[in-house]
């Protein structure tokens, strides 16, 4: 099983639709999560982390279901600015040492 | 707000030449990565350094590669003599939290150097 993996994408949908991103990992031990969007040849940067109760950033919503090792984000009222690709990001071990990522998952939003 | 920078943006170099990526991390942060993307693959931890030596290493920083903090502000990447598979696109980030807790915050990202080894 990989470390990180998430839907291979892309997602094409139409500008308003609802998205949802699914992630899971492997290593039980994991604590922090995230999700980051990375624009074509740009540096990743920080949507969202993602908290055991579940945390809503306006249009995102992140959830954590630890049992069963996976991290979901949902984009509500998609907009053309939301294209981008989704990486799931999961630090291994409880220390900051090194964080793991998803190949991502690359979302389209037709006009 | 502040930002990690990095130069240069893009870097040719041949085949066996020697590289040094450059990163000014964020002033108050204490932990710093590297990282590298090949084009169309994912993003892949490189090194972690803290307290001015490296934390952590992945199989992909064999001895081609060593990190420096040399001035206090500057944290750079060394690449001793450059292969053809070594082409991607490289960042630096850098954490703030104290380690061994639990942490909130998350890794900023320089834009990264764009480095093509002919």
């Known amino acids: 099983r990989k470390e990180v993996e998430q839907d291979p994408g892309p997602f094409n949908v139409p500008e308003g639709a609802t998205v949802a991103f699914n992630c899971t990992y492997s290593n039980s031990a994991s604590q922090s999560f995230f999700w980051y969007r990375q624009d074509c040849r740009k540096e990743p940067k920080l949507l969202m982390s993602v908290y055991s109760s579940g945390n809503e950033d306006g249009r995102f919503t992140a959830q954590l279901n630890r049992a069963s090792q996976y991290i979901s984000l949902l984009i509500r009222d998609s907009k053309l600015s939301d294209s981008a690709t989704y990486l799931c990001v999961v630090n291994k071990r409880g220390r900051d040492d090194k964080i793991i990522f998803g190949k991502g998952t690359r979302l389209h939003i037709l006009p | 707000e502040p930002e990690v920078t990095q130069t240069p943006s893009h870097q040719v170099t041949q085949m066996g030449q020697e590289v040094i990526l450059r990163c000014v991390p964020i002033?108050?942060?204490?932990?710093f990565y590297w990282y590298r993307q090949i084009l169309g693959q994912k993003v892949e931890f490189l090194v972690s350094?803290?307290?001015?030596?490296?934390?952590?290493k992945s199989e992909i920083f064999d001895d081609q590669f060593s990190v420096e903090r040399p001035d206090g502000s500057n944290f750079t990447l060394k690449i001793r003599s450059t292969k053809l598979e070594d082409s991607a696109m490289y960042f630096c980030a850098s954490l703030k939290v104290l380690p061994g807790g639990l942490s909130k915050e998350t890794q900023y990202f320089g834009p990264g150097t764009r480095l093509l080894v002919l």
């Open positions: 350094f803290y307290n001015n030596e490296i934390s952590e």
């Open positions: 002033s108050n942060h204490l932990y």
